[in-house]
């Protein structure tokens, strides 16, 4: 009398997609690390009041600008990132926002009509969320 075995033996098509799989994987790092995009300049941060352009700033250099007007706003650019850090506006809203790295984002002082975009070639590609 013979038994047979249940349960899920190994064969040589799983070999094959196993190695197929593992290879995709490997491709698809090296274009995330060296295709296009890989080793962009930084981008630009566009500061605007009134709706007109004032000055643009590299996140790839650290420096502090102020911008005047009804209030003041010191922005600083430190480590890629850029934010308002002092603000003479009623509540600082603006200084709360934090601060932001990523093309597509910005900063706004209202009570100042500051606003500062940051723009880059990752801005129409980037991903804001991911839903299953």
């Not at 290879?23 to 941060?45: C, N, Q, S, V, Y």
């Amino acid at each position: 009398m013979r038994t047979e075995q249940s349960g899920l033996r190994f064969r040589k098509g799983d070999a094959a997609v196993t190695a197929a799989v593992v290879l995709f994987a490997i491709g698809m790092l090296a274009w995330m690390l060296f295709g296009p995009g890989a080793g962009e300049t930084a981008a630009l941060a566009r500061i605007y009041q009134d709706g007109q352009m004032i000055r643009e700033l590299s996140l790839g250099e650290d420096t502090e600008v102020t911008v005047g007007g009804l209030y003041m706003n010191r922005i600083t650019v430190r480590g890629g990132r850029i934010a308002i850090t002092e603000s003479s506006c009623p509540g600082e809203d603006c200084v709360h926002s934090g601060w932001i790295d990523r093309p597509g984002r910005s900063l706004v002082c209202l009570p100042n009509r500051v606003e500062i975009r940051l723009e880059g070639p990752a801005a129409e590609d980037d991903v804001d969320a991911v839903v299953w």
